[in-house]
């Protein structure tokens, strides 16, 4: 069948309902949805029990205490509205500076909607609706990954909001550790009739599959159990975790041990050094992965590897990154599979994580509404050149891994309070639970749906809130995680960075003898830099100062009214201890700069520009304005300005 690919317009049609909008255009919809689910919410409370009069006197509105109380809250709310109009215009296509955008409509209703409900997703008693849909939520993005989706499947995953992204990380740090500690406290605790590896060190150092399998042997094992056998082994067992003994404890009873180092690529996101000393294994156990092209470097990956392997140092987690904060980059997720495929042959097994906090919706282009992978051909049609041969196979990889971490609230469009943590087998999270007796209610095994529905249990939080949930969950109901769905926002954003790409190389041409332009890597997905220098100059320092001044006029500035800023980028920087010594000097060659003056005073990193294209009218096809043409227009008139003045 020939895939017929929708022109711009037409995609542009499809998403109409789906914003508010720049202008805010589709105010009368929000309008109508948020009194119409008002007033329903006002029913449901008046229809608890209509024989209940009403305890506010229907006079109270006339009281003099009344009125200088509405008084009061209209005068902090116009307030607070005056000051908010001071907010960064996230809106607006004129804002492409960091990972935020518009709100998707369903969410930001549904969210609207539930918040008088005020449901509290810690427990099913205090959120009997949004706890189930948290769940759910969990299995939609399961299947947008690739991991298996079917609840009634013994490996199904299994996922729940965070805060964000910071928050689902520490997750994934948690349940590593708790996997890979947890075959050596069966073998502590002298478990009989299940087979456990030969000494602490293999225990240590399963597969992750292997682990979660012996953590579903373990209860199994529970559940054939006496009563009283099952109480004394699990106390038993429960006493030799390291969740129950603490670190110190726990590896000073296993000397062959040491604590696991966890391999993140140098462009991680700091909430990775955060969670290593909130999980209180240390900074010093952060290992930074070199890169090639900022993207984590394979060989490089292996020799790390081999080495760990021969000081019996053992991994805690490998992290690939979908999507990095600062320039968009697609680690080769498949690469990492395969490295830790090989290291756990030899005897280091480790958990895989990809940190898709920025990209993970990114995955819905490469789905078809079954679930099943688009093939490359299938995926680049109406792209100029993504996905490219890597992120197509890095993302085919996802499927792989042990546990993802996605954000609703970046590419998700959705209110912040969105994070998301999803593994691959729900069977090892039992493994977080608080309470010891995780695997019985009573003696019955219970199903996936009331397991979860204790989700406190297995979160780093305790409250949270059930609207975010509800958005997260109307969102991905109205637009299925496939291609032809959600996949149309994030296909825009691509389209968007495909287009600013092209641009700059031209603006580059247009201010030959004025700036060098240069786009230090070709972008994987839908952030763009920019480096610049002023033609002439060679020295790192004076290019930064220069990229500095002109980022000072793209950034928010509350001291000025925001209609004096015509756009919003942000800045970045390129570390040489990041980029590589061959690198660095290829980007400063093409900037004309002196790698000799780099290390000199205000020169031990070059400044770029930064753009984040992910909102969906950059291009107006109603208009036929091009908001990225008006920007290298800008940019231009300014660095003129600036270099003339
Ligand atoms: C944004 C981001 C995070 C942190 O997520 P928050 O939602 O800000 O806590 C982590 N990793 C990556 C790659 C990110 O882009």
């Not at 929708?6 to 929000?30: H, K, V």
């Not at 993970?360 to 041969?389: H, I, K, M």
């Not at 001044?549 to 980028?569: A, I």
């Amino acid at each position: 069948m020939p895939f017929s690919t929708p022109s711009t317009a037409e995609r542009q049609r499809m998403l109409d309902a789906c914003f508010l909008g720049p202008y805010g255009e589709n105010d009368g919809l929000l309008e109508k949805l948020v009194v119409e689910f008002l007033r329903d919410h006002v029913y449901w409370r008046r229809n608890f029990h209509p024989e209940d009069p009403p305890a506010i006197s229907t006079a109270a509105a006339m009281h003099p205490d009344y009125q200088a109380f509405e008084a009061r809250m209209r005068r902090e709310l116009h307030q607070l509205s005056a000051a908010l109009k001071k907010s960064v215009p996230f809106h607006s296509p004129r804002y492409i500076g960091h990972m935020a955008s518009d709100l998707l409509l369903p969410g930001l209703a549904a969210q609207i909607l539930t918040l008088p409900y005020n449901p509290n997703n810690v427990t099913e008693d205090a959120a009997p609706v949004t706890v189930e849909l948290e769940v759910k939520v969990g299995l939609q993005l399961a299947r947008m990954l690739g991991y298996v989706d079917d609840p009634s499947r013994e490996d199904c995953a299994f996922g729940h909001l965070t805060s964000g992204g910071t928050v689902a990380n520490y997750q994934a740090l948690r349940l590593a550790l708790a996997l890979k500690a947890f075959p050596v406290a069966l073998r502590a605790a002298g478990v009989p009739d299940i087979a456990l590896p030969e000494d602490d060190w293999a225990a240590f150092n399963l597969h992750p599959r292997r682990s979660t399998q012996l953590v579903a042997q373990w209860q199994d094992w529970l559940a054939a159990a006496t009563p009283a056998d099952r109480k004394h082994w699990q106390a038993k067992v429960q006493a030799e975790r390291i969740e129950q003994r603490g670190l110190l404890d726990f590896f000073a009873r296993h000397p062959a041990l040491k604590i696991p180092k966890v391999l993140v690529p140098i462009t991680a996101h700091y909430s990775w050094s955060k969670g290593c000393k909130l999980l209180g294994l240390g900074r010093d156990q952060l290992e930074l992965l070199p890169e090639r092209g900022m993207r984590i470097d394979a060989e490089a990956l292996t020799r790390t590897l081999e080495r760990c392997q021969r000081d019996q140092q053992p991994v805690l987690l490998a992290v690939a990154v979908m999507g990095t904060t600062e320039y968009g980059t697609i680690d080769p997720i498949d690469a990492v599979v395969a490295a830790r495929e090989t290291a756990s042959t030899h005897g280091l097994g480790f958990s895989v994580h990809v940190d898709a906090a920025w990209g993970g919706y990114l995955a819905t282009l490469f789905r078809n509404g079954d679930g099943s992978l688009r093939s490359r051909e299938e995926v680049a049609a109406g792209f100029r050149s993504f996905p490219s041969a890597e992120v197509h196979a890095a993302i085919a990889a996802l499927g792989e891994t042990d546990s993802v971490t996605v954000d609703p609230h970046k590419l998700g469009y959705l209110p912040y309070g969105a994070g998301a943590f999803i593994c691959r087998d729900h069977r090892a999270v039992a493994l977080l639970s608080e309470e010891a007796d995780y695997v019985f209610h009573g003696s019955a095994k219970q199903d996936y749906m009331s397991r979860y529905r204790g989700l406190g249990q297995y979160v780093p939080e305790g409250s949270k809130s059930g609207a975010a949930v509800a958005g997260v969950y109307v969102t991905h109901k109205v637009l299925p995680l496939d291609h032809a769905h959600f996949g149309l926002l994030p296909a825009q954003t691509i389209r968007a960075a495909e287009a600013f790409h092209a641009r700059a190389l031209r603006f580059a041409e247009e201010m030959a003898g004025v700036v060098r332009a240069v786009v230090p890597f070709a972008p994987d997905s839908n952030l763009v830099c920019f480096a610049l220098n002023p033609c002439g100059n060679r020295r790192v320092a004076d290019a930064n100062a220069f990229v500095r001044r002109v980022h000072d006029e793209l950034r928010s500035d509350p001291s000025r009214p925001l209609q004096d800023k015509q756009f919003f980028g942000s800045a970045t920087s390129l570390r040489p201890e990041v980029l590589g010594e061959a690198e660095t000097h290829r980007i400063l060659e093409a900037l004309d700069l002196d790698p000799s003056t780099l290390g000199q005073d205000g020169g031990d990193k070059l400044m770029i520009l930064r753009h984040t294209l992910m909102n969906p009218y950059l291009i107006d096809t109603e208009n036929g304005i091009s908001y990225i043409d008006l920007y290298f227009e800008h940019l231009a008139s300014r660095m003129r300005g600036l270099l003339a003045g």
